[in-house]
């Protein structure tokens, strides 16, 4: 059970640092899409500082994807503190993520309440490319380095507007524990989410298929980001092909998940 909460706990790490250096000139309205920022071009990339601070709060459920006679519902809620250890030159940042808060309930029953005392590391790039993972728990082999490419949207070096859309390649990488993928984004959307104003982002994940019983991740997420601060406001999305071991579960399972910032 130690992986479901990695997996929620990837959701959050995966996008917490993002920071959006807004180019617009035209505040938008109180609620909803602006139509006079669609011209509006945005640099989006990190803005690390040492010592920040981000909370967030994270609702994963899954389901395995071979239907069977018996259901398994595996819910996990979560709660996650990310801090900045260190801002490096090139404006990379290790980041030190622990958690705050947990549950995880299989079927309704509780089998987990209380949080892990352990803390995880890792070093993401300006754009947000991972770049390094450390984990002190080995219980979860190379799906937990895997699953931090699926989540991770990675930014162009262009200033970006309304309708813009690019690609970034994941080469293999079997030192890390990683495997190919593609992922592509698209913003949509500049909006206002609970009085904020947000770069609204689509994020999508396909990882190259491998002869092995581990399955394939894809996943599609959506993510808004807030202009002024770069903190990520709220993000949804679902996936497929996760592979836990040592969960009573026949094949690969499928995910949906909910994050929110907390104050």
Same mark, same amino acid.
């Given at each position: ?54 909370? =967030? ?93 699926? =989540? ?102 499928? =995910? ?8």
């Amino acid at each position: 059970m130690r992986l479901l909460t990695r997996m929620a706990m990837v959701v959050a790490a995966a996008t917490l640092g993002v920071s959006v250096m807004a180019q617009a000139t035209t505040a938008p309205p109180a609620g909803g899409q602006d139509p006079s920022l669609a011209a509006t071009k945005s640099l989006i990339k990190h803005v690390f500082k040492a010592s920040q601070k981000y909370k =967030m709060k994270i609702d994963v459920q899954m389901q395995p994807e071979k239907v069977s006679a018996e259901a398994t519902n595996i819910d996990v809620n979560i709660e996650t503190e990310d801090t900045v250890q260190k801002v490096n030159e090139d404006g990379s940042a290790k980041i030190e993520s622990k958690y705050t808060a947990m549950k995880v309930t299989l079927n309704g029953n509780v089998v987990m309440d209380e949080p892990p005392t352990d803390t995880e590391k890792s070093t993401v790039s300006a754009n947000n490319t991972p770049i390094d993972f450390e984990s002190a728990n080995a219980d979860d082999g190379d799906f937990g380095k895997r699953l931090t490419l699926a =989540m991770a949207p990675i930014y162009s070096d262009k200033a970006l507007g309304v309708g813009d859309a690019w690609t970034h390649e994941f080469k293999e990488d079997k030192a890390k524990g990683w495997r190919a993928g593609t992922a592509t984004h698209k913003l949509v959307a500049f909006e206002t989410v609970n009085g904020v104003k947000c770069a609204k982002i689509e994020h999508a994940y396909i990882e190259k298929p491998y002869a092995d019983d581990q399955g394939s991740i894809k996943v599609n997420s959506t993510y808004w980001i807030d202009l002024a601060t770069g903190m990520l406001v709220k993000g949804e999305g679902k996936g497929t092909g996760f592979f836990i071991p040592n969960v009573p579960v026949e094949g690969t399972l499928k =995910m949906t998940f909910k994050i929110q910032q907390l104050k």
